[in-house]
């Protein structure tokens, strides 16, 4: 038995003695690019396998000596064998060739390929002009559900976060949300805000998209309203064969596991004011007709997310019709707590001027359930080589239910204390419907065009608040005592608006030679703007006059007082309609020099015209009015392409940015501490812009960029003090002369088999000087206001934004998982009328982690290569749990008060939202 042992003992020495290892890339023949997730497999006295990692290589270890069979294998690719001999360390690397499929002379690619990170790192190396894309798979990975927070993943991008702390709107570039627009599949769509231009990207989930798109720098042939950039978001397109995807995951947040869910029903909502339903501004509303249903809450205590979706598609009719159709439904929970500190109005003179005053603080607690739907179609038919047809259909939802509690404390030791809820009930939609054509009409000479029908809508019916008050006394001894709490009264608010678009596209493009190509085109677009609000206050005094003591809202007594306050409030300003029709035209070139040079450049002519009616009395200045522009807009891109994975690019363009509808209705009207006013006097504001990139793209999906921007902005558009009289200013939006903007970016991305990192940084830093309220005292004590100009930063400019994931992907067990932090640096998030006032938003920063796995590991040499067909994932957000915190970067006085811990800056507010945590299954076929 001891010599068999020492037998065995002396095999195993020589075995290992003799084994060896097989390593390699795997990349595309043509190309070069490493291909990522090939099935590599060895015959021969062992089978072994293994699948290439994140840059294409591949290893196999512990091969005993000797000849095998070496079977390559990717999708859409041909197989290659090759019978080899191993011993010692062997590199062997393998180029496969595509399988280029011929389909009736049908071109058409994989549906798989333009969603992968290859893809989207080619097409940003072969694009005209600077811009950053992410594509489907990496959305898939990512801890983002909606498109607003995948886009603080994109260079130079950061969020506008609502209430919840979901991103809600893009700044780009430290350019604020007016100075952006957004596309669906190129085509510009409106926005359904009631008072702005910009799109809520909330209203979006992401797992419909096949890429996402983030453009920097404007060509002739796009729309030229933006100076900071564009989100186009490329929707799920048709695929090549039978595609079936479904996801079903549910969740939670860790906020309603230490605070109830307090949410209400909507099933009495009236969705038209009584006035509308009376169908006469003069009608009596009587309180009866108010529900009160929306200020009954009911609490929760875990309330569960449960999000679905899923996509279908195929090409039949012999391949010539493709289509997809794919589905999303979000149903979820989410809120958040805050600690705000109420301003008294205006800042107190003294001890200097201009010194923030404040009254209470407030606990707010919001719960919102928000219902997000969408739905996409595609279609594409392939009426011959030379012409196809296609359509694409577009419906989003969101609905969003708000209840607001805040509870106040005052921060003087007696008086009056308010507490007050708010019941908020918004539905959003977006709906897109796009018939196209492509047409090859000769060798040369090819046509494009779109007829395009959008409209965006949002209603608020029966906007409802209620307060109730109490009244804190000194008993006998001198200590405060709480008096009874007593209801201030009920208001409703119903506010709608439509914004439809009807638009024409058409592009011409004729290659003069092999290397250049001269394009015209134009577009014009008409747009019809509906906006309504109408608003009731119910009183709860009693008949004798007395106040009325809160017990319930249902057995509160609710009047008018004055009877005329139930009149519709028909004359307010914010009722209006308005036209705009925007015709423009370009011409363009393109030329290809030495297979190195790439000029692209042109002018584009933009003509607006531009109208409005209000329902102000017919005898107000300004009750209607239109006003009319032309631009004249060229661009510049140069590209120089250094090596096959190398470009440096750089670019000039003309940009403008239009003011919002309701900013152009000069009509005044009362705000919280000063009255507020449109301003048809406002230009709308012009750009010119810088570009400089160097662009390497070492294999696969690696990458670095590194870029620099300038912008020079004409007539920038902030809200300051306008003197209409000697005794009458006005809050309203006004053009400040010139403002800079410029900065810096790096992005970057390498692999190392089966691990990689990342990332991105962008620098910026602005400057514009506006007009400021300085309340202070004169020589002889007495308060007195001025006006005076500050220069500061644009409004939700940040000077540091960052982005680092850590990613992880081993394609034989199946596994992503990926940990990814972002940081967005100081920036003016509420831009005071008042000198160094202005509320800031403290530098944050965000951790998440997201992972997937399939069920099944790999099957090597089996026809289900790539493994099984189900995976479950985890998605995990705000693990840190950092809250947002907002500032005056003053010195504070107030550091005997909770949450105030410098002496060098007053805390105003500072939200808490917690961990989000979502489980789920992915079918893919």
């Given amino acids: ?169 893009a700044i780009i570039r430290g350019m604020d949300k007016r100075y952006n627009y957004t596309l669906v599949n190129g085509i510009k769509i409106p926005s359904p805000d009631n008072k702005n231009r910009y799109v809520p990207m909330d209203i979006f989930p992401a797992d419909l998209l096949e890429r996402l798109e983030v453009v920097k720098a404007l060509t002739p042939n796009m729309e030229g309203d933006a100076i900071g950039g564009s989100m186009n978001m490329i929707m799920r397109s048709a695929p090549d064969y039978l595609v079936l995807t479904a996801t079903a995951s549910g969740g939670y947040s860790q906020l309603f596991s230490t605070q109830p869910f307090s949410g209400f029903s909507t099933k009495d909502v009236n969705l038209r004011s009584p006035a509308e339903v009376a169908g006469s501004n003069t009608y009596y509303a009587k309180p009866e007709e108010f529900s009160r249903t929306m200020l009954n809450y009911q609490n929760v205590a875990l309330p569960i997310n449960g999000l679905f979706s899923l996509s279908v598609g195929n090409r039949v009719l012999n391949k010539r019709l493709g289509f997809l159709l794919g589905g999303s439904y979000q149903h979820t929970y989410r809120g958040s707590t805050s600690s705000f500190f109420q301003a008294s109005g205006q800042p107190n003179p003294d001890p200097v001027p201009n010194s923030p005053a404040f009254e209470s603080i407030q606990t707010r607690l919001y719960s919102n359930e928000q219902g997000r739907l969408g739905l996409n179609l595609k279609l594409d038919y392939t009426l011959s080589a030379r012409h196809k047809l296609s359509l694409y259909g577009l419906f989003m939802e969101l609905d969003d239910k708000q ?329 309203s939006p006004l053009n400040f002369g010139t403002a800079t903007n410029f900065g810096a970016e790096v992005v970057f991305t390498k692999f190392w088999n089966n691990w990689g990192i990342t990332g991105n940084y962008t620098f910026t830093k602005s400057s514009i000087t506006t007009n400021k309220q300085v309340y202070g005292r004169d020589a002889n004590g007495s308060i007195v206001g001025s006006i005076t100009q500050q220069t500061r930063p644009l409004q939700g400019q940040s000077d540091h934004i960052a982005n680092l994931s850590l990613i992880y992907k081993n394609q034989t067990y199946g596994l992503d998982a990926q940990l990814a932090w972002v940081y967005t640096g100081k920036r003016i998030n509420i831009v005071s009328p008042y000198l160094d006032l202005d509320y800031w938003q403290r530098g944050t920063s965000q951790l998440d982690f997201s992972a997937e796995k399939r069920w099944a590991a790999p099957r090597f040499g089996s026809s289900r290569g790539l493994g099984s067909r189900f995976s479950v994932f985890v998605k995990l957000t705000n693990l840190l749990n950092n809250p947002i915190i907002a500032e005056i970067l003053k010195p504070n006085t107030l550091t005997n008060l909770p949450e105030q811990t410098r002496t060098d800056r007053i805390l105003v507010q500072k939200d808490l939202f917690q961990q989000s945590y979502l489980l789920g299954v992915r079918y893919r076929r």
């Fill in 1 to 169: 038995m001891k010599h068999l042992y020492l037998l065995l003992l002396l095999t195993l020495v020589v075995s290992v003695a003799h084994a060896a290892t097989l390593k390699g890339t795997i990349t595309d023949a043509q190309t070069g690019e490493s291909l990522v997730g090939a099935t590599v497999m060895l015959n021969g006295s062992v089978e072994l396998g293994v699948v290439t990692g994140l840059n294409g290589s591949y290893t196999l270890k512990a091969v005993p000596e000797g000849s095998y069979t070496l079977t390559v294998s990717y999708v859409s690719y041909q197989t290659s064998t090759k019978t080899i001999a191993i011993a010692g360390v062997i590199t062997h690397n393998v180029a496969l060739v595509s399988a280029g499929t011929d389909l009736l002379e049908v071109v058409v690619s994989g549906k798989g390929e333009r969603e992968s990170d290859q893809s989207v790192r080619k097409t940003e190396q072969k694009a005209d002009n600077v811009l950053n894309i992410i594509g489907a798979k990496a959305i898939s990975l990512l801890p983002d559900i909606t498109v607003a927070n995948v886009l603080q993943r994109v260079s130079g991008v950061s969020v506008v976060r609502n209430a919840t702390g979901d991103g809600q709107f």
């Fill in 403 to 731: 209840h607001r509690s805040v509870q106040g404390v005052s921060l003087a030791k007696f008086g009056d204390v308010s507490n007050s809820d708010r019941s908020v009930f918004r539905r959003q939609n977006v709906i897109n419907g796009t018939l196209q054509g492509d047409h090859q009409l000769t060798d040369k000479l090819a046509l494009n065009w779109s007829a395009v029908y959008s409209e965006a809508k949002s209603q608020t019916p029966s906007w409802t608040d209620v307060s109730q008050t109490y009244r804190v006394e000194p008993d006998l001894s001198g200590n405060p005592v709480r008096g009874a709490q007593y209801i201030n009264g009920v208001s409703y608010i119903w506010t709608r608006n439509t914004d439809r678009d009807l638009a024409v596209y058409m592009n011409l493009s004729y290659k003069v030679a092999p290397n250049a190509e001269v394009s015209v085109g134009g577009m014009y677009r008409d747009k019809n703007r509906q906006n309504y609000f109408n608003s009731y206050s119910l009183s709860p005094v009693l008949p004798g006059g007395d106040r009325q003591v809160f017990t319930t809202i249902d057995r509160a007594i609710l009047s008018f007082r004055p009877a005329s306050f139930a009149l519709a409030d028909s004359a307010n300003a914010n009722n209006y309609t308005a036209n705009e029709q925007i015709t423009a035209g370009y011409v363009q070139g393109k030329i290809t020099l030495a297979d190195r040079w790439q000029l692209v450049g042109g002018v584009r002519a933009e003509l607006t015209n531009q109208a409005y009616v209000s329902a102000l009395p017919i005898t107000s200045v300004g009750k209607s009015g239109t006003i009319n522009y032309l631009d004249i807009l060229p661009s510049l891109h140069l590209k120089y392409r250094l090596s096959d994975r190398e470009n440096v690019r750089a670019s000039y363009f003309k940009g403008i940015s239009r003011p919002g509808y309701f900013e152009l209705v000069p009509a005044s009207f009362p705000g919280d501490y000063f009255t507020e006013s449109g301003n048809p006097y406002v230009k709308h504001t012009v750009a010119d812009n810088i570009d400089v990139r160097y662009e390497l793209f070492p294999r696969g999906s690696e990458q670095l960029l590194i870029g620099g921007f300038y912008k020079n902005i004409q007539n920038p558009i902030e809200f300051g003090f306008n003197q209409i009289t000697q005794n009458v200013t006005v809050y």
